[in-house]
């Protein structure tokens, strides 16, 4: 069964880092593109960061520019988080498809990992 499950999330200081990761099991990801989303509470599912990973270009957010870093490593992808703010805090979600910046031009999900940034 195709699963992505991701994992980093937790509770850090305003300012502070954290890096997510998703890994992949039971197809590969060399064909597919990888898009982190977050959804906070009360609001809808916004893109965070895109990685091809045929050629490794790479799309994000321009909020997110220069902060957030997305990359690849085999069937992993990684969400590298700096200078965290406080309008950062959701739950965070890795897709796979083929390409695009909205949810729906994903087709498989993980189940999220949360993370909160308070003092």
């Known amino acids: 069964q195709v699963q992505l499950v991701e994992s980093g999330g937790g509770l850090v200081q305003p300012g502070g880092s954290l890096r997510l990761s998703c890994e992949a099991s039971e197809f590969t990801l060399d064909y597919y593109a990888i898009d982190w989303f977050r959804q906070a509470p009360d609001k809808g599912r916004e893109g965070v960061a895109c990685i091809s990973t045929s050629d490794g270009s790479t799309y994000y957010e321009p909020s997110m520019q220069g902060r957030f870093t997305i990359a690849r490593d085999k069937n992993m992808v990684y969400l590298q988080m700096k200078s965290l703010k406080p309008e950062d805090p959701a739950a965070y979600y890795c897709?796979?498809?083929?390409?695009?910046?909205?949810?729906?031009?994903?087709?498989?999900w993980g189940r999220g990992t949360q993370v909160t940034v308070s003092p």
């Open positions: 897709a796979a498809g083929m390409g695009g910046l909205r949810p729906v031009d994903y087709e498989y």
